[in-house]
């Protein structure tokens, strides 16, 4: 179970990278080809399809890891049987933190996806302009996490841009949405 001053980070950096990267691979078509702008609708959809996909993916991750964590404790204390601590009050304790943790990701990744999609469709001329300005948001997670882990920033912020002008054309070139 990721408890601490820290445990928002995981699911808010993966929320936001999520959403951002679903926005990038989703509407890359629309960023920078020429299946025609970005409309709300359109952001709407993507933006709740990151929403539901970083939501429930965080919550199978987090609850089966705190789950294998009670069921290893169990072992390690010679319970009579494995599931013994999972019965408990740490059982629901387990499911209370992955909900928890699920709802994190899940609105961060609906912010992550919404932003450049709702900004596509505000700005007047290319879309590539909210591409751009997607990716570069990457990188300035990037910075954010290095600076959270101790990591080299100028490494974080390239590894994100590049992973994001990688997304970016993979969208483009699958022309999903």
């Known amino acids: 179970m990721n408890r601490g001053k820290d445990a928002a980070l995981l699911p808010v950096a993966l929320g936001l990278a ?4 679903n926005a990038l691979t989703l509407a890359a078509a629309n960023f920078v080809g020429d299946d025609g702008p970005i409309t709300v609708g359109l952001a709407l959809r993507i933006s709740v399809a990151a929403l539901v996909t970083a939501g429930f993916a965080v919550f199978v991750a987090e609850y089966a890891e705190a789950r294998g964590g009670l069921r290893h404790a169990s072992r390690e204390l ?5 599931r ?7 059982g629901h304790l387990a499911l209370r933190g992955a909900l928890g943790q699920s709802a994190l990701a899940a609105a961060a990744s609906m912010v992550g996806a919404l932003g450049p ?3 596509a469709a505000a700005l007047p001329g290319p ?3 909210a ?29 994100l841009v590049l992973g ?10 699958l022309k999903i949405a």
């Open 18 to 21: 999520d959403g951002i990267l």
């Open 78 to 82: 010679s319970m009579h049987s494995e």
């Open 84 to 90: 013994d601590l999972v019965s408990t009050r740490l």
């Open 117 to 119: 999609l709702l900004l």
């Open 127 to 129: 879309g590539w302009i």
């Open 131 to 159: 591409a751009a300005i997607a990716i570069v948001a990457l990188g300035f997670l990037g910075v954010g996490l290095a600076t959270a882990v101790l990591g080299n920033r100028l490494i974080w912020a390239g590894a």
């Open 164 to 173: 994001g002008i990688g997304v970016t054309a993979i969208g483009a070139w």
